[in-house]
Nanobody, 122 residues
Framework: QVQLVESGGGLAQAGGSLRLSCAAS????????MAWFRQAPGKERERVVR???????SYADSVKGRFTISRDNAKNTVYLEMNSLKPEDTAVYYC????????????????WGQGTQVTVSS
């Protein structure tokens, strides 16, 4: 079992920044591919970005150049730096983990955090 706890959400103005953190516990963090998903009201959960065990990343087109994912295996934590925020970034953001290789959709990830709300005002 892996437990994931997100933090860092909140309210930001358009053009502003937020940094999300996801702390993992329970299993060796370095063996897990990680991802950030988000879900806006009335919409499906979508993958924002993923990071492999080796550190390779893949971003959704909607956040490329604005969001940056990173992982600190020593701290068992993955981060999501969000800059140039837009109102359409408003959603609940979820951290997810998958043992071994990277996943693509929600069904590929085995462990999920409880989510943290990000609200961007115009």
């Amino acid at each position: 079992q892996v437990q994931l706890v997100e933090s860092g959400g909140g309210l930001a103005q358009a053009g502003g920044s937020l940094r999300l953190s996801c702390a993992a516990s329970g299993r060796p963090f370095s063996n897990y591919a990680m991802a950030w998903f988000r879900q806006a009201p009335g919409k499906e959960r979508e993958r924002v970005v993923r990071i492999s065990v080796g550190g390779s990343t893949s971003y959704a087109d909607s956040v490329k150049g604005r969001f940056t994912i990173s992982r600190d295996n020593a701290k068992n934590t993955v981060y999501l730096e969000m800059n140039s925020l837009k109102p359409e970034d408003t959603a609940v953001y979820y951290c997810a983990a998958r043992y071994g290789g990277v996943g693509y959709g929600t069904a590929d990830y085995d462990y999920w955090g409880q989510g943290t709300q990000v609200t961007v005002s115009s």
